[in-house]
């Protein structure tokens, strides 16, 4: 497995762990500043900013088919937001849920460029 793809996985992974928080504190369930928001938010954080530095590096180097830098970099904030905003018990549904499928979309479309041929 390529290293990007594995940063990808990386972001793909945390949506998971950031949409199974987000159910947590919608069924009421409270979190530790310290314990629990700080540490995740740093890890999803360091998995952000990995991701955007080797994503950005590999499309510059062999560009994929409908990426971007700008794609990659926006995935990496949005994944780094939801970090944070997963925690609360009341977001802004609308912009939580288009956060979510906007990092999605762009690890799915970027795996399929990498292993579906779509390299430019």
Do not use: W
């Amino acid at each position: 497995m390529k290293m990007i793809e594995k940063q990808i996985q990386a972001v793909l992974d945390g949506i998971k762990e950031v949409e199974a928080i987000k159910k947590r504190a919608e069924n009421g369930e409270t979190f530790d500043f310290r314990t629990d928001i700080e540490p995740f938010v740093n890890r999803m954080s360091e998995i952000a900013e990995i991701y955007k530095k080797e994503g950005v590096g590999y499309i510059q180097k062999t560009p994929v088919k409908y990426m971007s830098d700008a794609q990659i970099i926006t995935a990496g904030d949005n994944l780094k937001r939801l970090a944070v905003s997963c925690f609360a018990p009341k977001v802004n549904e609308t912009q939580y849920n288009r956060h979510i499928y906007a990092v999605t979309y762009t690890q799915e479309r970027f795996l399929e460029g990498l292993t579906g041929g779509e390299l430019l």
